[in-house]
């Protein structure tokens, strides 16, 4: 491999302009396509198979009208008047009427639900979906936008409902709004990416004292990202794509962009202290830091691509469109940076804006804080190990209290309107009115005279259940063949009761349907949301297996070990688990006062598991294969260990602190999901880059010596040899620049 990305390496130096042009192309053809041919993001979390789809395809076999709960755009207005007075007091009965006629001329309002005056319920009996309070004060009025999905809502539109809350405040009425219909999809390029781009380009002009060379990786990164970004949002043309997809493909793509780059370059520089041929010191450097960066994209790919096995279509869409970044951020280090190297020749390391000699030990070796570091771990390995282990599992501990659920309004922000309307309704009339259940009756095979009783009979059962504040039948079809029951539990959406409420209604449903000679299923946003926590905690054992193999065999190939994987392997297991005991303690428990407490979303565990036991390879891979090199060229195991931080501690430092920034600045965006995914991903760094690959990895290796690299015989000769180290590669420059037989007779 090496011998073959040198030859790339080489071919991208020389013939720069046609690697520069083909890039460009690429860019402009994929942009166009993406502007032309994309479609609008749907952030649909269904998950074939799983019993609420199942009774959601039973609703709409039975209620063709019926609209799916994940695309149906639905807004609650809130009015409340100030405690103590009613909205049918005479300042505030005006201002409702006029809100009700403002929310009548919006934009894109579905006809077939028009919207109606609370004030016209007050004084007829209060039923479960009462659109005011006994007492006059908290009303909601609740319409539909008329579009596919909640994505489909024009900013103008939402922009509309701002005015008309607003001119209900100035009217002396508290008036909030929340539902799938007010919320937008998250934008790409605010503050938060050019935060994490400051910060790096900080970390780069630090790292090589040269304002060229620092731009360089961010450069690179763009193109890979945009390129990345581009496709993701081709690919809408042809798929559903969430609208958190690209956001977390520019979060990983920017952070290994940058690193891939970034290892590249420097390799290119240390290997110009060794010639005056720039053409040989990048082919040298894609050859050997180029190998560790293929092996160390293919880990972060394998990870990403592998969460379409667990057969989730949204979490399989935003995997891939990652995995496809992390692909064209590899492409992007191997070819366009040689490329640009290629067009820049001698001003690559440009714009100095600092200059250092660095210091060497008596045998006239670099002697930096990477060396110092080292002999520190191997002076006490024992120490560091136990030390490094005992923190990780300290802050592992909050994660026995993990609690998953997906985000909802009643959990959001206690600054946005929707979080503020949730807590008016929850007020108003009871935390379950925003989370309903549905029970599809389905009586198709019931005698026509029977059904009307089956249906109440159904209602009566549902309504019988611990934590239900109603059930009745909300609805029956043209046909008077099927029933939708509708359930208000008495807890909120998030609530365990509910959720306790959702089984024992499943649990119960063989006897109703015995008694009645229906057939039964349970849906709504509520049922769908818990059913895909479920399944996602169940596929979290396959995934982990399929990942941890296939990267077992990968690292294989690389290291020449059984151990050093099988290292590299429980490493990751313990910073992944001090990262979800963190993020469990700052955002579900509200440690430190930072976040607001939420349950952490569903799918955090299973994708966190994904990017982070890739990057975790990344710094494996970069950090041991430079010991290996320093071991197969000669150096004894304690000799390596020291030379492999002299070579690459810094850049692993300025690499882990660039992905820290990155992800950290995410935090800064809205969206709960993205923000406690960048606390998560920043934190993850942090625990694996600098305790266990800093520091455990190299206490254990000291502490194997030799038997780090054990290997049994028959597997040595049945693995291929990939060459991560460049033996092959210094072979052939010897051979080329070997003397003659005339030049040794003359000598």
Not at 109 to 130: F, H, I
Not at 207 to 219: D, E, N, R, Y
Not at 352 to 361: C, E, I, L, N, W
Request: charged share 15%; hydrophobic share 50%.
């Amino acid at each position: 491999m090496a011998t073959l990305l040198h030859r790339l390496g080489t071919t991208a130096y020389r013939r720069w302009p046609f690697f520069v042009a083909g890039w460009l192309v690429v860019l402009i053809a994929v942009g166009a396509f993406a502007a032309t041919m994309s479609k609008p993001m749907n952030d649909s979390f269904s998950i074939p198979g799983i019993p609420s789809e199942q009774a959601a395809t039973l609703q709409s076999e039975l209620f063709p009208d019926s609209v799916d709960a994940f695309s149906a755009s639905t807004v609650n207005v809130v009015l409340a008047a100030p405690e103590g007075e009613s909205l049918a007091d005479a300042p505030y009965a005006a201002a409702v009427g006029e809100v009700v006629g403002a929310l009548s001329a919006l934009p894109q309002l579905a006809t077939e639900m028009p919207v109606t005056n609370p004030l016209d319920a007050l004084g007829q009996p209060a039923g479960p979906l009462s659109p005011i309070t006994e007492d006059g004060r908290i009303a909601a009025i609740s319409y539909r936008y008329d579009v596919e999905t909640p994505a489909d809502v024009a900013p103008a539109t939402r922009d509309a409902l701002d005015d008309v809350l607003a001119q209900a405040r100035d009217g002396g009425l508290v008036a909030e709004a929340n539902g799938s219909g007010t919320t937008g999809v998250p934008e790409l390029g605010g503050s938060s990416e050019l935060i994490g781009i400051a910060v790096a380009l900080v970390v780069l002009l630090l790292t090589f004292g040269s304002l060229v060379a620092a731009g360089l990786p961010i450069v690179s990164a763009l193109v890979g990202v945009g390129l990345g970004v581009l496709g993701v949002t081709s690919a809408t043309a042809f798929t559903d794509i969430g609208s958190t997809t690209p956001i977390l493909a520019t979060m990983i793509g920017l952070a290994v962009g940058i690193d891939y780059t970034l290892f590249i370059l420097a390799r290119y520089r240390s290997e110009l202290g060794h010639t005056d041929d720039r053409r040989e010191a990048v082919g040298v450097a894609v050859g050997t830091a180029g190998s560790a960066v293929v092996f160390a994209g293919l880990t972060v790919i394998i990870a990403l691509t592998a969460l379409s096995v667990v057969g989730i279509p949204f979490l399989s869409a935003m995997g891939l469109a990652a995995a496809a970044t992390v692909a064209v951020a590899v492409l992007v280090a191997l070819t366009l940076l040689p490329a640009i190297l290629g067009a820049l020749t001698s001003k690559a390391f440009a714009g100095r804006v600092r200059r250092t000699v660095p210091k060497r030990d008596a045998d006239s070796r670099v002697l930096n804080n990477g060396v110092r570091w080292a002999r520190f771990v191997g002076r006490r390995p024992v120490a560091v190990l136990v030390l490094g282990v005992v923190l990780l599992g300290a802050l592992a501990l909050p994660f026995t209290n993990l609690r998953l659920a997906f985000p909802t309004d009643s959990t959001a922000s206690v600054d946005t309107t929707q979080r503020q309307a949730s807590d008016l309704l929850a007020g108003g009339f009871g935390p379950g009115r925003e989370g309903p259940l549905v029970v599809v009756v389905d009586a198709r095979d019931v005698e026509p005279a029977a059904r009307t009783a089956a249906f109440e009979e159904v209602a009566a059962w549902a309504g019988a259940m611990p934590d239900v504040q109603s059930a009745f039948v909300a609805g029956v079809n043209p046909a008077g063949n099927g029933a939708q029951v509708l359930i208000t539990p008495e807890s909120g959406p998030d609530d365990e009761a509910t959720q306790g409420l959702l089984t024992d209604l499943r649990q119960g449903q063989g006897d109703i349907e015995a008694e009645t000679g229906t057939s039964t299923g349970v849906t709504g946003l509520t049922a769908i949301t818990t059913d895909v926590s479920d399944r996602l905690s169940d596929a979290l054992p396959v995934y982990l297996a399929i990942v941890i193999g296939l990267a077992f065999i990968l690292l294989m190939l690389v290291f020449r070990s059984v151990l050093v994987p099988l290292i590299a392997t429980v490493g990751f297991l313990l910073s992944v688990l001090a990262t979800l005991g963190a993020t469990v303690a700052v955002f579900q428990e509200g440690a430190l006062g930072i976040f607001e407490p939420q349950p952490i979303v569903s799918f955090m565990p299973i994708f966190l598991i994904g990017v982070v036991f890739g990057l975790a390879m990344d710094y494996q891979v970069f950090l041991v294969t430079r010991i290996r090199e320093a071991h197969v060229h000669g150096m004894s195991m304690t000799e390596a260990i020291v030379d492999g931080f002299r070579n690459s501690a810094r850049v692993v430092t300025a690499a882990a602190t660039i992905m820290i920034a990155v992800f950290a600045a995410f935090i800064l965006l809205d969206d709960p999901i993205i923000k406690s995914m960048g606390f998560a991903l920043a934190i993850a760094v942090i625990f694996d880059a600098f305790v266990v690959r800093m520091a455990l990895v190299p206490a254990v290796l000291y502490l194997l010596g030799d038997r780090a690299w054990w290997l049994p015989a028959w597997l040595d000769r049945l693995l291929p040899v990939v060459d991560v180290e460049g033996e092959q590669l210094e072979t052939s420059y010897a051979r080329a620049h070997a003397p003659t037989k005339d030049e040794l007779v003359r000598v």
